[in-house]
């Protein structure tokens, strides 16, 4: 076939058509191959792709598209653009390449399809290039889920089963058969929940569990509207609970705020709060009572916290009385209220340093008789003992008066 029918397929019209040639030719051929034209034009295919990917799909962030593009770009989706085209018949190989059925090689007509875009970008530019590729991924891109593309059969079957809160499928493999080189796989795939279980064979356990992940992702598909209804009604019995227990949660409500059946009235509530602050008052009144003197006398305080600092002014009259006749004060903390029981003459005359005579005369009267002689007696007293007498007879502190002195003195 000349290569005017490829262009036409290509809906492209080479200027150089020696470009063309050398972009069919297969390093197995000659010297002159391709393989410089498919580096370039491996580049160009990806620009042009992300670009499309771009403007189609706005939505999707730069993880999606590069899946996206990656799968639209493989070997597997080049091989069947190229067999689209009929490339295999222009194809320029060696002799071993053609006994081996190297122009159905899927490797051998995706590269030299690259390397054809090569050749156009070469010849015509990059917007040449760009019109080409275009033309034959639109039809694709018009068909494709970009949601899907590029994912293998178990990642759907697991997102897919995921969605719809199901539990993942279980694999097992079940039989191998032939030799160690040569094993050939059998693999159930089951989804308990939804009874479903296929079976898959493959090479590799792998490829056998690809193969019934496919299988599984079928069943689905014929089960769709029934796990949508059942989807439906989840949703709505979710709401009906939800709403079941909003109303339950008010209903709490409004029983914490209604008064229980044994709950007293207000009033009378009001009259058991009264009688704390009652308590209260009362217990104030006490404190005030207890912060006024009392009349009872205080208890006596040990001898060893006594101290004699207090006067006896200080106290009550009648208690000073008894205070300075039981304690020996001073005689002058006794003039508040006179001794009962008048002094004698000698004993006036003792503490006033009355003359001889007259103390001769007061011993005369006291002394009795048989007693020593008044003079000796007063002779027999000296001055210093004179104080001693006197407050041993009083039982007061010993005051000291001069001996000489008088009493208006």
Do not use: W
Request: proline letters at 7%.
């Amino acid at each position: 076939m000349p290569p005017s029918q490829l262009e036409s397929r290509l809906r492209y019209e080479f200027r150089n058509a020696e470009l063309l040639r050398q972009a069919m030719t297969h390093r197995s051929h000659s010297a002159t191959h391709n393989e410089r034209l498919e580096f370039l034009g491996d580049s160009v295919l990806n620009c042009v792709v992300a670009s499309l990917l771009f403007e189609r799909f706005a939505k999707l962030d730069e993880g999606d598209l590069s899946r996206v593009r990656a799968n639209l770009v493989k070997q597997q989706s080049l091989y069947e653009l190229a067999q689209g085209l009929g490339i295999a018949e222009f194809l320029r190989l060696g002799e071993g390449e053609l006994k081996s059925g190297g122009f159905r090689r899927p490797s051998i007509l995706a590269d030299t399809l690259e390397a054809i875009f090569g050749a156009v970008f070469l010849d015509a530019g990059f917007e040449a290039a760009q019109t080409v590729i275009r033309r034959l991924y639109t039809p694709i891109l018009d068909h494709i889920d970009p949601r899907t593309l590029g994912k293998d059969a178990k990642t759907l079957l697991q997102e897919h089963l995921q969605g719809h809160k199901i539990a993942l499928p279980q694999y097992t493999v079940i039989a191998t058969h032939g030799a160690a080189h040569n094993q050939q796989f059998e693999v159930e795939c089951s989804v308990a929940k939804l009874e479903i279980k296929v079976f898959g064979s493959g090479a590799s356990r792998r490829a056998a569990e690809q193969a019934a992940a496919k299988k599984a992702l079928d069943e689905l598909q014929t089960l769709a509207p029934t796990l949508t209804t059942k989807a439906k009604r989840s949703k709505s019995a979710r709401a009906a609970a939800k709403l079941a227990e909003e109303e339950r949660g008010i209903q709490q409500a409004l029983d914490l705020r209604a008064p229980p059946a044994n709950r007293p009235p207000r009033a009378d509530r009001g009259e058991k709060l009264d009688k704390p602050t009652d308590r209260g008052a009362d217990k104030a009144v006490e404190r005030t009572a207890a912060d006024k003197p009392s009349d009872r006398p205080a208890a006596p305080k040990p001898v060893g916290e006594r101290t004699t600092e207090k006067s006896a002014d200080k106290l009550p009259a009648e208690r000073a009385d008894r205070f300075a006749s039981d304690k020996g004060e001073r005689a002058v903390a006794t003039r508040a209220a006179p001794p009962d029981k008048p002094l004698s003459e000698r004993h006036v005359a003792l503490i006033h340093g009355a003359p001889d005579g007259a103390r001769g005369d007061a011993d005369k009267r006291a002394t009795p008789q048989g007693d020593a002689a008044p003079g000796e007696a007063a002779d027999a007293v000296p001055p210093s003992s004179r104080e001693a007498v006197a407050s041993d007879s009083l039982g007061v502190d010993p005051v000291r008066v001069p001996a000489t002195g008088r009493a208006g003195a």
